[in-house]
């Protein structure tokens, strides 16, 4: 047990031996719980210096071993879901000396990547693909008549989602070789969340059970002693008997649950396993955060840790300016505040309520909020039934996320117009996550679909204004906004709506006009000092400030879009539509996101990769209009 991360790197003389899975297969298996402590020790030291996911990994540190030990990776194919868990999996694949540079530009990927690993079978970042990825290589495996195996490494939150149950009829429909290796750490399933615990619920609850419990209730609560024994043996069946019937029912041949952190059972029931035809399903009991002692008493606070930076000297204390607060939180305490002012308010979120800011909203009004697990399309139908009935519902959830409950946005939302307000967190690019979590796309998708409201702020205080829009609009709306912290601008603590479909001229001047959607502004307006160009700060998506636009087209040589989305279909694409329908020919630039997906690094790094940073606008700006001076000075 560890209760301190290592701030220099430890001595791992049996780690450092393993550059491949085949210098592991090479170890006797009674060296295996050394590699675990080593691997385990490494992991605290490699995340401790970049920053990173952290508990996850620190729970499948024997499994990881154990899968590799047992298969032949990388013939035999692993596919890990959501990809938190895989720094252990990316030390052992020949990967460690490159750990330094987890989640860098340029460095490893925070999540399981094709073109990084061969042993990376299978890009992920959301949850719940695994057993259908796995059980596409298994068919392709048969159909090559190749006997290579395929291992699905699901945990419980995940195996909530819909696609996964679809995934595990079908691959017991084809009894296909395969095994899906439940990994269990009570995140999910112990707090009563989604399918698996509906399903034992209703076995709990039978009619049959139901006679027998009364019936020996009657006559053993005459014995305490034996009643107690009773009630005790019940615990016991309902954690160990009802998992294996729900997958056995299924079509799947199940072992467990066993200990997650105990190699000798892994590496014999993995073998053991491996060899058998069929479609099987190894249930495993492990602890998140495994190892680290502050890590297992707050696996959710230590899902992912920041970068361990060495005590600063102590120095005088200063006045400090006041501290910036996330999107998130400013969602959370609007989500908070309204909730106080309107009782209708329900606030939805599939297993995003840290993330999404809404603690506090969960304390405050539990009888109106609802996390339904990983299950983004239930959410979104869920507030529509909600909507049915005259309630307000919110649903928070990621834009990479939505992208999941496309169809229940425009089918069971959007073409009944129902109320349902979507706060839309991690819009445009996330950094160190990588493409897999961007919000790249949600301009584009939601503004072709009717009746939307889609609004983009610019700061704290108009996230929070466009907020109260949104939810006052009756019909669905939107508001996006970034991960992390805005420009610092006071908030008014006032729920204001703002007039919708109408932006505003934040700085007049001369030839060129920058019509920026969302918080690029202070880029915006940092190129518009140099240009001595006009910015609006649109603040509407759809509807669109037409009048505000045929103003500025009037009144400049050049009108240039800007926005934290793809050019394809965004923002820009809307004004360049509407100008051309007006028959206006002033001539437009779209800056946003490239037709490209963005590797992972810092923020501020990217934006000026995808020629979003204040430098780089300008820069395109004054190339755009460089050609008309040269053709002016010819003119003459």
């Known amino acids: 047990m560890f209760d301190e991360i290592p701030l220099t790197r430890p001595l791992t003389p049996l780690l450092d031996q393993v550059n491949s899975p085949a210098d592991l297969r090479q170890l006797e298996e009674k060296q295996l719980p050394q590699l675990a402590r080593e691997l385990r020790e490494y992991l605290l030291y490699s995340v401790g210096q970049t920053g990173g996911h952290f508990g996850a990994g620190l729970g499948v540190v024997e499994l990881t071993i154990a899968l590799h030990y047992c298969y032949n990776t990388p013939e035999d194919r692993l596919v890990w879901d959501v990809g938190h868990q895989t720094y252990p999996h990316k030390i052992l694949t020949g990967r460690r000396e490159q750990m330094h540079s987890m989640r860098q530009a340029g460095g490893l990927s925070g999540f399981p990547k094709r073109t990084e690993s061969d042993f990376d079978t299978f890009g992920v970042g959301h949850s719940s693909t695994s057993i259908s990825a796995a059980l596409g290589m298994a068919l392709g495996a048969e159909m090559a008549g190749s006997d290579r195996k395929s291992v699905a490494i699901i945990g419980d939150g995940a195996m909530t989602a819909g696609m996964a149950f679809e995934a595990l009829t079908h691959a ?11 990994n269990d750490n009570n995140m999910s399933i112990s707090r009563n969340v ?20 009364e019936g020996s209730k009657k006559v053993l609560s005459k014995i305490p002693q034996a009643w107690e024994l009773a009630r005790k043996t019940e615990e016991h069946m309902k954690g160990m008997v009802s998992p294996g019937t729900l997958f056995e029912e299924l079509g799947f041949y ?11 059972r892994l590496t014999h029931d993995l073998t053991n396993l491996r060899n058998l035809p069929g479609p099987k399903l190894l249930h495993i009991i492990t602890q998140k955060g495994k190892g680290f002692a502050p890590a297992e008493a707050d696996p959710v606070g230590y899902h992912a840790l920041n970068k361990i930076e060495p005590k600063p000297k102590v120095q005088e204390a200063t006045p400090q300016a006041q501290k910036k607060k996330k999107y998130q939180d400013i969602f ?3 989500l908070c505040d309204m909730a106080e002012q309107d ?3 329900v606030g939805i979120t599939p297993a995003m309520c840290e993330g999404s800011g809404m603690v506090d909203f969960a304390k405050r ?5 609802y996390d339904v697990a990983i299950a983004e399309q239930h959410a979104v139908t869920l507030g529509a039934g909600l909507a049915c009935e005259g309630q307000k519902p919110v649903v928070a959830i990621y834009s990479t996320f939505l992208q999941r409950a496309y169809d229940q946005l425009i089918h069971d939302v959007a073409i009944q117009n129902l109320d349902v307000t979507f706060a839309i967190d991690r819009a445009g690019l996330v950094g160190e996550d990588g493409p897999t979590h961007a919000g790249s796309f949600d301009l584009s998708f939601l503004r072709c679909i009717p009746n939307m409201l889609i609004a983009a702020p610019s700061d704290e205080n108009e996230c929070r204004q466009l907020l109260t829009t949104a939810y006052e609009h009756p019909g669905p709306g939107a508001v996006r906004y970034p991960r992390g912290t805005g420009p610092g601008y006071p908030i008014d603590k006032a729920l204001t709506a703002l007039p919708i479909g ?15 959607f969302g918080t690029l502004l202070p880029a915006a307006m940092t190129a518009a000092n140099q240009l001595n160009a006009s910015v609006c700060d649109m603040r509407f998506v759809k509807p669109l400030d037409t009048a505000l636009i045929e103003k500025m087209a009037n009144e400049h040589d050049l009108l240039v879009t800007l926005e934290e989305n793809t050019v394809s279909g965004g923002a820009g694409s809307a004004v360049m539509e509407w100008l051309a329908e007006q028959g206006i020919t002033t001539p437009l630039l779209p800056l946003g996101l490239p037709d490209t997906f963005i590797d992972h690094g810092k923020h501020d790094i990217l934006l000026d990769e995808a020629g979003l940073s204040a430098d780089k606008i300008l820069h395109r700006i004054q190339q755009r209009i460089a050609p008309a001076k040269t053709q002016a000075s010819a003119g003459s």
């Open 332 to 334: 959370g305490d609007w």
């Open 365 to 369: 009004f539990p009888e109106r909020f």
């Open 343 to 345: 009782d209708k308010l």
């Open 502 to 516: 109408k932006g505003v001229v934040k700085r007049e001047g001369k030839k060129v006009a920058i019509l920026n």
């Open 194 to 213: 989604g399918g698996l615990a509906n399903y034992f619920s209703k076995v709990w609850a039978s009619k049959l059970y139901t006679n027998f419990r």
């Open 172 to 182: 017991a429909h084809t009894e296909t070789d395969m095994l899906v290796v439940l």
């Open 254 to 264: 199940y072992i467990g649950p066993i200990d997650g952190h105990d190699l000798e």
